[in-house]
């Protein structure tokens, strides 16, 4: 049986920034990959009403689905409304449970905005409450009885609210999926004029290439990565577990700057 993995990042594109190359990996590793934007991203734009860009921003997201080959599931929350409500902790917790994954991958839980902290907050404890016979998810959903070993990705930027540098637990080296990578974020066509006006973004598609290869200089020896921070394991699966990391060992530098590495 295949490695179940489920991204489940933040608005669409996030997914492609921050986790898509080690995507690209574990699909090449015969991974089974779940695609999942839980914010429709519905005010990103200045261009379209509400509802118009909620359906462009979805259909992009299903195209980087089908690039990458993954499930594609569509978003349970709304632009700027994500909070660590009971809700939408409930609702995510029936994805996890009808995904079943192995490996959950998160956005960060420390970055500029509160949807990608918040979305990080409510996917681990989805993931927590997986197996809860008592906790009933919208909808409602069978337990699941399975260990799961969440992961989150780098902050956007690579630093926190307060501009402090995130530094990962191990890098991952992206260099032969790196095109991939560019060409799955370039089916967000929505994004690039709305990113150049709101952030002063010139270049939507060199970013990426700029901080994956920033990420690849901290490492002190690929020339592209992502970065990986592994989530306490307590209520989730062993101690010791630590799927992505053997799945990609051939392609991982640890960080030996934190001090469980060493």
């Given at each position: 049986?295949?490695?179940?993995?489920?991204?489940?990042?933040?608005?669409?594109?996030?997914?492609?920034f921050m986790m898509g190359g080690t995507l690209f990996l574990l699909k090449e590793k015969g991974a089974e990959i779940h695609y999942m934007n839980p914010v429709d991203g519905s005010l990103g734009t200045t261009q379209y009403p509400r509802e118009k860009i909620a359906f462009l921003r979805r259909e992009e997201g299903k195209k980087a689905a089908d690039f990458l080959g993954a499930v594609f599931h569509e978003s349970i929350f709304k632009d700027m409304e994500v909070f660590y409500s009971d809700e939408l902790i409930r609702k995510a917790t029936a994805k996890v449970r009808e995904v079943k994954p192995d490996i959950m991958l998160l956005t960060s839980l420390e970055d500029y905005m509160e949807d990608h902290m918040n979305a990080a907050r409510i996917g681990y404890t989805a993931a927590f409450c997986r197996g809860m016979t008592n906790y009933i998810s919208i909808p409602e959903r069978e337990p699941v009885m399975k260990d799961v070993a969440v992961y989150h990705a780098m902050p956007y930027g690579l630093f926190d609210a307060m501009r402090n540098p995130v530094e990962p637990d191990y890098y991952i080296n992206i260099e032969s999926v790196i095109n991939?990578?560019?060409?799955?974020?370039?089916?967000?066509?929505?994004?690039?004029?709305?990113?150049?006006?709101?952030?002063?973004?010139?270049?939507?598609?060199?970013?990426?290439?700029?901080?994956?290869?920033?990420?690849?200089?901290?490492?002190?020896?690929?020339?592209?990565?992502?970065?990986?921070?592994?989530?306490?394991?307590?209520?989730?699966?062993?101690?010791?577990?630590?799927?992505?990391?053997?799945?990609?060992?051939?392609?991982?530098?640890?960080?030996?700057?934190?001090?469980?590495?060493?």
């Open positions: 049986m295949s490695t179940c993995v489920f991204a489940f990042g933040c608005h669409p594109d996030d997914i492609e991939k990578k560019r060409q799955m974020l370039a089916l967000h066509e929505s994004q690039k004029r709305w990113l150049d006006e709101s952030q002063g973004m010139d270049a939507y598609l060199d970013t990426l290439t700029e901080m994956s290869g920033e990420m690849g200089r901290m490492s002190g020896e690929f020339r592209f990565a992502e970065g990986w921070r592994r989530h306490n394991c307590l209520g989730l699966c062993r101690q010791d577990a630590d799927p992505l990391g053997d799945i990609l060992r051939e392609y991982i530098k640890h960080n030996d700057a934190k001090e469980f590495n060493k």
